[in-house]
């Protein structure tokens, strides 16, 4: 168990839906990224949030969207979801930028 | 652009038999990491392993071993006397710390699959 816990675990939406996965990092981390794990793209970076403010973006679509709040968890923000979109999404934190990033146990998206 | 290049995208031994998971990086960059994470069939991604670009001295952990070449570009890991709990896909990453394009992100490879048969 890495500490970081991301809800929910399974989500069956439709196309055109939008929906929040919600991701809380290790107590104590500072850093939270969001990667999306799919067949045809392996892993990629999407976003990265450090004490409450962006500091980078990777191939993010414009159609996501993500935050940190005050209390450092995230919430990634995905709408006029597609077939495409259908991922594991996943979550890792780290105690300041540089540092090891652990991972959460990932968010199985399935759009119909 | 940084990249990381996984060669071996399925490989299959025999349960004890070891085994080497090849990984290729290219960056333009001197200071870097790099990675390895475990995801068994379960799905999560577990850390194993993090080495800076200014340390190359090999490393040992029980039956896992790996080797950072900064010359020939590559960090492979082997596993000495493979078990069925070994199985599942492997990955490679490359992180670059510092303030600029394409920092503080794992960039990962495609990763292996490894399958230990009993």
């Known amino acids: 168990d890495s500490g970081v816990t991301q809800t929910p675990k399974h989500l069956i939406t439709a196309t055109g839906q939008r929906v929040t996965l919600r991701c809380s990092p290790r107590s104590g981390d500072l850093s939270v990224y969001w990667y999306q794990q799919s067949l045809d793209q392996g892993l990629q970076f999407l976003i990265h949030y450090y004490n409450g403010e962006e500091r980078a973006k990777g191939n993010i679509l414009e159609r996501f969207s993500a935050q940190q709040f005050p209390d450092l968890h995230s919430e990634l923000n995905l709408s006029s979801l597609e077939l495409g979109d259908s991922a594991l999404y996943f979550c890792?934190?780290?105690?300041?930028?540089?540092?090891?990033?652990?991972f959460g146990p990932g968010t199985r998206l399935l759009v119909l | 652009a940084q990249k990381v290049t996984q060669a071996q995208t399925e490989i299959s031994v025999v349960e004890k038999e070891d085994v080497t998971l090849d990984c290729v990086y290219e960056t333009r960059d001197t200071t870097y990491y790099l990675f390895w994470y475990k995801q068994p069939p379960s799905g999560e991604l577990v850390f194993l392993i993090r080495r800076n670009s200014f340390d190359e001295q090999n490393e040992i952990s029980g039956r896992y071993s790996w080797n950072f070449q900064k010359s020939t570009s590559s960090f492979n890991f082997t596993i000495t006397a493979s078990q069925v709990v070994d199985s599942a896909v492997y990955f490679c990453a490359l992180f670059l710390a510092y303030s600029g394009a394409g920092s503080y992100q794992l960039t990962f490879g495609k990763g292996t699959k490894l399958s230990v048969i009993p």
């Open positions: 890792a934190s780290s105690r300041t930028e540089a540092e090891t990033q652990y």
